[in-house]
């Protein structure tokens, strides 16, 4: 239909392998998990299955690396449009928080599988991870020069306000008692109160 993107049926095949794949990873674990496992779980036998994918390390990698990159381009839109250091800060800590909130596979799948991670994949992931914390220990250092913020370390503020979006995926629930806009605006509150923000 003119005006509407076409979605490649390899395309639709690739996100169901990444969900199951997912789905698999948080229950049974990487390791415990095998490509027949993979398969059954899209109605694909392997030689199908390897049409889409090039292993289980294949999978791990671009669910990681695609992780990381929509954190760091959620990152760049919600501080793009303000210089003020607070709430440069006050953005990046929502995206991020939120983020955690809708992506809770991803986020546990993220942190406890970085151990399963072959080279370069694993380097590439932790460069990745890297280049985040830079950009929050930037903004923080930022507001430190412009006398907005009041903190020792900013690189310990910029683990600190980290976990807090971390954490929200372990327990944010879509049904929980909090809203998940009411979680990012206090978590948004909390890692201004990190850095002693004025």
């Known amino acids: 239909m003119a005006g509407k993107d076409v979605v490649r049926p390899s395309s639709v095949r690739s996100a169901q392998i990444r969900a199951a794949a997912l789905d698999l ?28 994918v090039a292993s289980k390390q294949d999978v791990l990698e671009q669910i990681m690396t695609g992780t990381m ?33 809708r992506h809770r596979l991803e986020a546990f799948v993220g942190n406890r599988e970085i151990r399963s991670l072959t080279q370069p994949n694993r380097e590439r992931v932790l460069g990745l991870r890297a280049e985040y914390e830079r950009c929050f220990r930037d903004l923080i250092e930022a507001g430190l020069r412009a006398g907005r913020f009041q903190v020792e370390s900013a690189r310990l503020a910029s683990y600190a306000i980290l976990d807090l979006g971390m954490g929200v995926a372990v327990w944010f629930r879509d049904d ?17 109160r990190i850095v002693g923000a004025s």
Not at 34 to 41: C, E, I, K, R, V
């Open 25 to 52: 990873f948080t229950r049974s674990g990487y390791e415990a998990t095998t490509m027949a496992d993979l398969g059954a779980a899209v109605g694909m036998r392997g030689p199908s299955l390897y049409k889409h």
């Open 69 to 101: 990159e929509a954190l760091l381009a959620a990152h760049r839109a919600a501080v793009a449009t303000t210089a003020d250091p607070v709430e440069r800060l006050r953005r990046a800590t929502e995206a991020h928080v939120r983020y955690h909130a």
């Open 176 to 192: 929980g008692e909090l809203t998940e806009d009411a979680v990012v605006w206090q978590f948004s509150q909390f890692a201004l």
